[in-house]
Every structure is written in C-alpha cells, then in structure tokens.
C-alpha cells in the first residue's frame, strides 16, 4: 500500500493469471469445500489435490507470523504454513458462504505470497450428497478423515456400516488437532458445518445448526474463528451441551475437560 494524493492505493502484486487451465498431474491446492464444479473439474483432469486446511508440513507455525496476526484461525493459519512449503501450480480457495471473510482476507495475502494462480470460488451449492458417515458407527477420528477426504472427490460417502443409534455427539468443524477427536465414543454422530462437508453444501446454515437435543454433544470451534459465536450460542440452547474451542493443539486440560463431561453424562466410551 502507498498514499497517493491523500489516499490509500493498492499496489498488491496482482497475479498473472486471470484464468488457470487445469493439466494433468497439476499440483492443487485447496482451501475450504470448492463447488462441485470445481472438484470434478480436477478430479476429471488428474490433477493431485492437496488439501491445505489440513497440517501437511512439519513446521513452525511461528512462520506465519510474517503474513497473518498470531491471533488467527489455526486452520488458516495452517494454510499459510503449507503454502509456504509445498510446490503448488494453482490454489483454490473458498471465500464464500459456506468458509468465512478471514478466508478471502487470506486470498489476498496467497495473491502477494505466490507467484501461481489464487482461484477464488463461491460454493453456494444446493444439491446435498447425504451425511451417512456422520452417522455411522466408527472411530470418530476415521469418520472426521474421511468427511475431509471426501471433499476432494465429486462423490458422495460410501461407507460400509448402516446408522447407529447415537450417544454423544460432535458439533463443528473438523479440528486441527484430530486427536481430540480419541476421546469420543465410536457412537458419535457428527453435526454442524462438518455434516455439511460431507453433504457438499458447506453454505447450508439450516443442515449446519441441527443438533440432537436428547445427546450429549460437544460444540467446537477453532479459537478465533467467527463460528464460535454459533457454536456458544448452540451450546447455550442444547440441554446436554458443552461449548469448547481449541486453538492450535488440544491441550491435555482440554482433553481432560471432554472426558468429564461425557462421564458425567453418562457416556460409555466402548471400543470400536
């Protein structure tokens, strides 16, 4: 930036490309869930899709500090990271409803970062794919990798157990820190924004704040992230509800935390 008679210019390197052609054996970075369009695009193509909300490099956080305030969303803050250590030919990036303004404030930094094509998208679509892994039986931290697997193809889950009968529940994004996700019950059924990932409707607000008020349910969000609000809020309005949010890691008070609540409310947390 720069003042110029008065007033604030933009002089953020613009990038190169307006349009990006995807090629085969493409290096993709995503951010978010893409549209449909987008994913089977690449999915046709051959291109290799990275997902950059996930940690994907074993890194200091600290190096984002150059681009983003340390109080950010980690998951964004994560993407920064990765961009910063992978070899990407292009990024898509969601900056619409269904990811968050942090989101599309972080575009712009990627743009001034990278000297590849910063796609932004708007995933407004309407058609659901179904939520069966949120509600089957199985390891909570197996559903949750393969919801977010799930994004990267045009098709919608498959898995090989029916519903079960839930006795707690998991409200929320998916957490950077996965391994909080050990302390649930197989029983668990997913809620909030992930059950929209998986139903491929990320900006679907009503799917989004559904919940089971006769479970348990643990309402998470990433600290710093504007779904806090609604997650509190939620949590408030839930008769069994725990409103919990975790920046980088799960802290082993955080852990400690989860394991009482889902005691007491008499939660057994059987083997899967």
Known sequence: MK???????????????????????????IVGVPPLSVISK?????????DLDEPRVKADMELTSNYL???????????V?????????????????????????????????LNIPIIRTRNEDKKG????????????????????KGVQNPFPSSPDSP???????????????????????CTTHIYGWTRCMENKTPADTDLEAVFNPHVPTIF???SFCAKTALAKFLAAKHPKGLYLDVDVTCSSSTGAKIQAFLELNGVPHAPC
């Open 42 to 50: 690449l999915s046709e193509t051959g291109a290799v899709i990275f």
């Open 129 to 148: 794919f179904g939520y069966p892994l949120c509600r089957t039986k199985m390891s909570l931290f197996e559903k949750m990798q393969q919801i977010t």
């Open 220 to 222: 998470f969000a990433q």
């Open 163 to 185: 519903p079960c009968t839930p006795t707690a529940g998991f409200w929320g994004v998916p957490p950077r820190d996965f391994s909080l996700l050990n302390l649930f019950p």
């Open 3 to 29: 003042v110029e008679n008065g007033n604030m210019v933009n002089t953020l390197k613009q990038q190169k490309k307006s349009e990006y052609t995807i090629k085969p054996g493409d290096k993709v970075g």
């Open 69 to 79: 305030p340390r109080v950010y969303c980690a998951i964004l803050r994560t993407v």
């Open 81 to 113: 990271l990765n961009a910063l250590h992978l070899e990407l030919d292009a990024v898509f990036i969601d900056v619409g409803p269904g990811k968050c303004d942090c989101a599309f404030h972080v575009s712009t930094v990627l743009q001034d970062m």
